[in-house]
């Protein structure tokens, strides 16, 4: 846990179950999960549906090399990637699927690819993010939602891995103005998740956490209990 005072709070992802991020576009779950992917430095498999692969070379370098992400593109646009490729090879256990719109046969095909090759399970799994999933069912509602978290879940425990999805919040809070309770998921899709935290942004320069569900420790789905992380997403950097 790279986060201190979450973890103080209790507020911990834990291997062997699912965990739900949400907020409304740009507001910060994708700078959440991938800062959790590379602070673990725990052998990751990391879907990124929602943003291809360019988009995360820039976060990741920037989050690694504490430039904002403007210069990181300015840089790969000139080819001068060398500084940037020697902070990324640090991180050699996590790997990428940028499949647009994985299926769950997808989803499972990459993680026994990865059990096949590794010996072992990824101990971190993301998916960014639940909505981009292909379901096996034709209605693509809630219905559709609640399938693909059933499946994230019993991934989580058949293979022990920490299991992080990513999803996006109803319209009235899509913009982060407001701390979002739980009733905020898109398609209530909080049954099979031990943890659900919204994000909001309180003000400039902070990253509001919503601890919506808690199974292991405090909750509050009325979205009162609220903590804040330092937040500069110019350069995917968020601290305490």
Not at 143 to 164: P, Q, Y
Not at 165 to 173: E, M, R, S
Request: with cysteine; aromatic share 6%; net charge neutral.
């Amino acid at each position: 846990m790279p986060f201190k005072r979450l973890a103080r709070e209790q507020v911990l992802f834990r291997r062997g179950q699912l965990h739900l991020i949400a907020a409304g576009p740009g507001v910060g779950k994708s700078a959440l999960s991938l800062t959790l992917a590379v602070a673990a430095r725990v052998e990751t498999l990391y879907f990124s549906a929602d943003s291809d692969a360019a988009t995360q070379y820039e976060r990741t370098a920037a989050m690694l090399s504490g430039r904002e992400i403007h210069e990181i593109a300015a840089m790969v646009e000139a080819g001068e990637t060398r500084y940037l490729d020697s902070k990324l090879a640090s991180l050699r256990k996590l790997r990428w699927c940028f499949d647009s719109s994985p299926s769950l046969d997808t989803i499972e095909a990459h993680v026994k690819c990865w059990a096949y090759v590794y010996g072992t399970y990824p101990e971190m799994i993301v998916l960014d993010n639940v909505g981009d999933v292909s379901p096996d069912i034709e209605d693509r509602g809630h219905i559709a939602l609640e399938s693909v978290m059933d499946f994230l879940a019993d991934m989580a425990r058949k293979t022990g891995a920490c299991v992080i999805a990513l999803h996006h919040l109803t319209g009235d809070y899509d913009d982060g103005a407001s701390a979002p309770p739980l009733s905020a998921l898109k398609g209530k899709i909080s049954k099979k998740p031990s943890l659900v935290l919204n994000l909001f942004r309180p003000e400039e320069g902070k990253l509001g956490v919503v601890v919506a569900k808690n199974r292991h420790g405090r909750p509050d789905p009325a979205g009162q209990y609220r903590l804040a992380l330092n937040s500069d997403l110019a350069r995917m950097l968020l601290t305490d």
